[in-house]
């Protein structure tokens, strides 16, 4: 067990279809905090450092923002969005 590697979900988001792909599915749970949580996923694959640059906030509050625990407003989930090429589209719930 001990030469196991430990499933960091980031390890295997290396390209834009992979990224919209997770984050697509992720949206479908409706939650906000799973959500969060996808996004620091992605934001640790491409590089934060990279990702704070290009949204204009501060690596460390893209770290507390985007954990599990963390809870980003509206206006840093679309700047990261941006960042990433992506945009949130709404579509009907299935009923």
Known sequence: MADLKIFDVADYLDS???????LTVVLEDNDPTL???????VDRA?????????TGLAREALY???????????????????????????????R
């Open 16 to 22: 834009e279809e992979k990224i919209a792909e997770y």
């Open 35 to 41: 959500l969060a949580a996808a996004l620091g996923d």
């Open 64 to 94: 507390r923002s985007l954990c599990a625990t963390g809870n980003p407003s509206y206006a840093t989930v679309v700047k990261v969005m941006q960042a990433l090429g992506l945009k949130l589209v709404p579509q009907p719930l299935a």
């Open 46 to 54: 491409r590089g934060m450092t990279q990702l704070a640059r290009d």
